[in-house]
């Protein structure tokens, strides 16, 4: 195999990464899982239906996030994000979920993590 340039001479290096550590983290998951569950209901919103009401984070800390995601998913909603929306309202669904994305991430050895793209 050649041998690949490390680091950011290589074009789009951290973007590879992260669609490779992404793919990876997706297939450790139960493909009948809570998360599974959402990411499959995420996947069929449609592009244009998702991005409608979508503006940029202002603020990445634990406040901030919190106030986007309620911005972000208060109000009315096309039909597909509202099965998000529903998703999410049940405890059991948000509480697997969990579980299941810290299983994958003590599995891989590292985790997501949330960075104010400037």
Known sequence: MAEMPEGP??????????VQLLMLLLSTLPTDG???EALRIALAVPQEEACARLEPCPEITVLGLRSWLNLMWAGEHGPAMQSLVEWQRKG???TGAI????EA???LGFMLSIVRKD
Request: neutral net charge.
């Open 9 to 18: 001479a290589q074009p789009f290096w951290g973007e590879i990464k992260q």
């Open 34 to 36: 809570k998360l599974s």
């Open 92 to 94: 059991e669904n948000v």
């Open 99 to 102: 579980r299941e994305l810290i």
């Open 105 to 107: 991430q003590e599995k």
